[in-house]
């Protein structure tokens, strides 16, 4: 695997957490675990807190919706250019037995 790679996939693993977290420190109808940090409240106003952490929310998001994008990018084929439908394609007309003949009917003997 590429190292790019895995570091891209670290960090996005890491962001996800990060939202997940924010996500949770949100006020959802007035209860959430932000009620519970009063003294950041008081400090920023419950309006700023809010303000900021749905900022957070959408940059964390969008962070994470680029990285990915540019994860896929980061994978490469290591000089394989092998189309997987070809693979399937060949496996099953390589695969496919031969269907019997008919028998022969022979005609009954008259008399």
Do not use: Y
Not at 7 to 29: D, H, P, R
Not at 46 to 60: F, N, P, S, Y
Request: avoid cysteine; proline fraction near 4%; charge should be negative.
């Amino acid at each position: 695997m590429n190292a790019l790679f895995v570091i891209l996939t670290v960090l996005i693993v890491i962001a996800a957490f990060l939202l997940i977290i924010v996500v949770l420190l949100q006020n959802g109808k007035g209860e959430g675990l932000a009620s519970n940090f009063v003294a950041g409240n008081q400090t920023f106003g419950v309006r700023q807190t809010a303000d900021a952490l749905e900022k957070i929310t959408w940059g964390l998001v969008t962070f994470i919706l680029a990285v990915s994008i540019v994860s896929t990018f980061t994978t490469g084929t290591n000089g394989t250019a092998i189309d997987v439908t070809d693979q399937i394609e060949n496996v099953a007309t390589d695969a496919q037995p031969e269907f019997p003949s008919a028998p022969i009917q022979q005609d009954a003997p008259t008399e």
